[in-house]
């Protein structure tokens, strides 16, 4: 709705905005169409919590892969987290694997949130800065979940707790 809203109302309509605000609008909707739901996700190469050199595509799982993009910082990003952390023991029992992508440059942190989640997470982070993750994804805003098949294709972005709690439970009926 709200890309049909910049389309229409702000684009289409240029004579009420800014200069400045029609352009971040515009890098806006360019964001929007990267990685689209259905399409193969972008791979990335960053460095795994064990300091080794390691991509997107290797730490996902033979099913189904929850992305989550993130920063240690964000308090949206920790309220995020604690959902995660809340429906765990549901995940992998339907299949689901998470990997948990710091988008920041703080390694302290990114050590410190790897510590307090869960072992079974795969974590993730851009050490050198050289992945160019913020141009492949859009990460201006975190945080981002994707929810990939087993081929990498994604089936969601961008969303919630509880739409991931929606998903869990249609797939935990289907195989009941």
């Not at 905005?17 to 806006?28: G, Q």
């Not at 190469?45 to 997107?56: D, P």
């Not at 302290?108 to 050289?130: A, H, I």
Request: glycine share 6%; with cysteine; aromatic share 10%.
């Amino acid at each position: 709705g709200a890309v049909k809203v910049a389309k229409e109302y702000i684009i289409g309509e240029p004579w009420y905005w800014s200069e400045e605000y029609m352009e971040r609008i515009s890098r806006a909707l360019e964001k929007e169409k990267l990685n689209p739901v259905r399409s193969q996700a972008r791979n990335l190469l960053l460095h795994n919590s064990k300091g080794r050199l390691s991509t997107l595509y290797d730490e996902c799982g033979p099913e189904l892969t929850l992305v989550f993009f993130h920063l240690a910082s964000c308090n949206d990003c920790e309220a995020m987290a604690e959902g995660l952390r809340k429906i765990k023991p549901s995940l992998p029992s339907v299949g689901i694997r998470v990997v948990a992508v710091y988008t920041g440059s703080d390694e302290q942190r990114w050590k410190e949130f790897v510590k307090k989640n869960p072992k079974s997470w795969r974590y993730l982070w851009d050490k050198n800065g050289e992945s160019n993750m913020h141009e492949l994804y859009d990460l201006e805003v975190v945080p981002h979940l994707y929810l990939l098949d087993w081929d990498r294709t994604i089936i969601a972005k961008d969303i919630d707790i509880e739409a991931l709690k929606g998903i869990v439970d249609d797939i935990t009926a289907a195989v009941r």
